[in-house]
């Protein structure tokens, strides 16, 4: 078993992003592998050397610890390098050189570095390079870590019963069933009550983000509502939580 932990914030969406090697399709532009939906892609204009350059500014450098691409990416049989530097001339790996070998999701991680400027780097791709997230964030650890969920993963399903008006039931599936997750934290200090509150408010309603269960997956999707914390007793609180899968 695994502390769940979650990633939520994205140097690309607080960064400057470009292009230093390779050109964006206008068609499939270089934002969305920002935009958090996971159903647009970008692609490559051609099957070249692609290099998506991020500068973080000189103030407000974000710590990072992982990269994700959501499964679906045409990035299959391609080198690939995620690099960070101080100073835009010498660059490190932060993650081992990897060929990616299917379509499914990619998770990097490494220790923690500070670093202004990132590089994410396809090296003389056969076909055109293309994906629809490019997600590089740090991780936050609950101080106190929620309940793990008993029994099997939850499933929502993806279908609708569009009953007759003769009372039948027909059944519409419309793709794949969605994990979810809910979380229970017992009893939280005020300090972590706080922070919980502050990762309500990045969260809620406006974009999904990952996070990694008690069985060591990870998963992108949102919360179905607010968090709901109730203070149990002075300066000790309870909280729960409901996530669920965002598929594209």
Known sequence: MSDVIAAYINILETGTVSLTEGAENPSFPLYRTYDRDIGLLFKAAAAATLEIFVDQGAASILATTMMFVPAGHGLNGMTIDIQHSD?????????????????EQII???????????KFIVTAPATIPSLSELYISDKYTFERAPTRPAGLLDEVFNVEDALTSGGQDRFLEFGDSKKRRGYLLPNIS??????????????????????????????YGKLEAAMAITEIQFQRYSATFSFLEVLP
């Open 190 to 219: 005020e300090a972590q009550k706080d922070n919980l509150l502050l990762l309500n408010a990045e969260w809620l309603g406006k974009k999904p983000f990952l996070i990694k269960d008690h069985t060591g997956v990870w998963i």
């Open 108 to 118: 990097k991680e490494w220790a923690e570095v500070t670093k202004r400027y990132w």
């Open 87 to 103: 100073d835009d001339i010498v660059y490190t790996n932060a993650a081992p050189q990897f060929v990616q070998g299917d379509a």
